[in-house]
């Protein structure tokens, strides 16, 4: 029996007399915790090694992710897992009750995004049990569908201006900043809510630690964005829902089209980058994305916007 650590929490791999590596964590950061619970978990009945219920494996993995901003959404996603399957046991889960499921999946939902979270919670479970609670279940294939991305909503500079302005003549000075503060870092919204200007701005840059990614990224900021943070510590005075009723109020006022939401201004912020010559992998690392593919499409947007702009020369 082998302990470690990941992270913050011990983990345990072992190897059982049949020779099969058994690996799963302990819940715990204290080192005589995970041992008794290591010693109690290897020495469980053999019986317990072809049965292992749904309900449990879930309980498991919510344990295993209690700290994640996600941590609402894995419980929906396994809520609705526990409807369909019942408290099945795991060994016994086969293909055809997977494309079950996804075809359950795409009568249920019409996005072909939300199908995949969901279809890939089960996944996760599964893998879980495997990998963290060293159970055989099934390795079961998953293929999840292709999504069609629509063409994002790029602001121009001018739309951008009179949102700005239009904060600035109502005296909702929390919105104009962070407005700001969205055009020129190309932060998410989540992001831009969390940060804390004592410990996250320094000498001119910012530096997001709570993200998608989980892995901390620095953005300069513009001369802009250091005003506004010399006169602001946070954007915690409102949550996501309350800044998009007061956006879409905005909107309203604008007559901005639908398609133009917060999400757009991240959007902007890497295509006029891209405009202007940037390279894509510095573009993601400044939006903080894991994959390059994933900033490609700001590159495709910009040749798309290229054409459009050649377009005007026809007759």
């Known amino acids: 029996m082998n302990l470690y650590k990941r992270g913050s929490t011990w983990h345990c791999h072992h190897t059982d007399k049949a020779g099969n590596r058994i690996r799963f964590s302990c819940y715990t950061a204290k080192k005589a915790e995970a041992l008794d619970y290591a010693m109690t978990k290897i020495q469980a009945p053999e019986a317990t090694r072809d049965v292992l219920k749904l309900s449990a494996a879930i309980l498991s ?5 209690d700290n994640s901003k996600y941590y609402k959404n894995y419980m929906r996603f396994h ?123 320094r000498d001119g840059v910012l530096t997001i630690t709570i993200n998608k990614a989980d892995v901390p990224r620095t953005i300069p900021l513009t001369p802009r964005c250091v005003e506004v943070f010399q006169n602001r510590s ?4 409102l949550n996501i829902d309350q800044v998009e009723r007061r956006f879409n109020k905005a909107k309203d006022v604008l007559s901005l089209p639908s398609e133009a939401i917060l999400h757009g201004l991240r959007h902007s912020f890497a295509t006029r980058l891209c405009e202007r010559g940037a390279s894509i992998d510095v573009v993601s690392r400044l939006l903080g994305h894991k ?25």
Not at 234 to 237: G, K, P, S, V
Not at 294 to 308: E, F, G, H, K, P
């Open 61 to 65: 993995r919510e344990k295993a992710v």
């Open 79 to 201: 809520k609705q897992i526990m409807e369909y399957f019942g408290d099945i046991n795991l060994f016994e889960i086969q293909s055809v009750d997977v494309l079950s499921y996804h075809n359950f999946l795409k009568s249920k939902y019409k996005s072909a995004s939300t199908r995949n979270k969901y279809y890939l919670a089960l996944s996760s479970v599964l893998r879980h049990a495997r990998e963290l609670m060293g159970m055989d279940v099934p390795v079961v294939k998953f293929k999840l569908e292709r999504i069609k991305h629509s063409r994002k909503y790029i602001y121009t500079p001018e739309q951008i201006g009179s949102i700005i302005s239009y904060y600035q003549g109502t005296n909702d000075f929390f919105m104009r900043d962070l407005i700001t503060i969205l055009t020129d870092t190309g932060c998410r919204l989540s992001e831009a809510l969390n940060i804390n200007v004592p410990t996250d701005v």
């Open 291 to 315: 994959n390059l593919q994933t900033t490609q499409i700001y590159a495709q947007i910009t040749n798309v916007r290229l054409q459009d702009t050649i377009n005007l020369l026809q007759p």
């Open 234 to 237: 946070n954007f915690q005075e």
